[in-house]
């Protein structure tokens, strides 16, 4: 139950991606992700699905750089070609549901309410920066990169 004495009704609805990387849940989003029970199933749906797209654009090379290799599908991979493929699978979940969050956190102010209601965790703005970074973390693991990047110009 969120603050505002709405119940959090889980959505069994599950998102199809590419057939590379996993499938989503919104179900398992909710659960992990804690959103409140304001939002509409059609919101975190579309949620998910832009956050789907944006984090499968932001690895197509690793993507292409694995399907080279012989891999067609991350969490069904051989263990002798990605000897970390549930990890991997996990990162990825993990990146689209924290930028998922991150642009369901701005829709949260458009959610009609009383002044004397407003709840800064979900609202402040550092919180959508926050789980962007979240994101950007997991897409920079999966690519093999560390956390910071300098280039000499």
Not at 83 to 91: G, K, L, N, P, S
Not at 104 to 113: E, G, H, W
Request: proline fraction near 5%; glycine fraction near 6%.
């Amino acid at each position: 139950m969120s603050f505002s004495g709405k119940p959090t009704t889980f959505v069994d609805r599950p998102i199809s991606n590419d057939g590379f990387w996993p499938d989503l849940a919104l179900a398992e989003f909710q659960a992990a992700y804690r959103l409140p029970g304001e939002f509409l199933p059609e919101l975190l749906a579309e949620g998910v699905t832009l956050a789907m797209g944006e984090v499968n654009l932001d690895l197509a090379k690793r993507k292409a750089a694995w399907q080279a290799a012989g891999i067609t599908n991350v969490e069904a991979a051989d263990p002798l070609l990605l000897q970390e493929r549930a990890f991997y699978a996990a990162t990825y979940k993990r990146a689209v549901y924290c930028r998922a969050k991150a642009f369901l956190l701005q829709q949260f102010a458009t959610v009609s309410r009383r002044d004397s209601a407003e709840n800064l965790g979900k609202e402040a703005p550092e919180r959508h920066e926050l789980f962007l970074s979240y994101s950007q973390q997991a897409v920079r693991l999966i690519q093999g990169r560390g956390r910071i990047t300098a280039v000499l110009l």
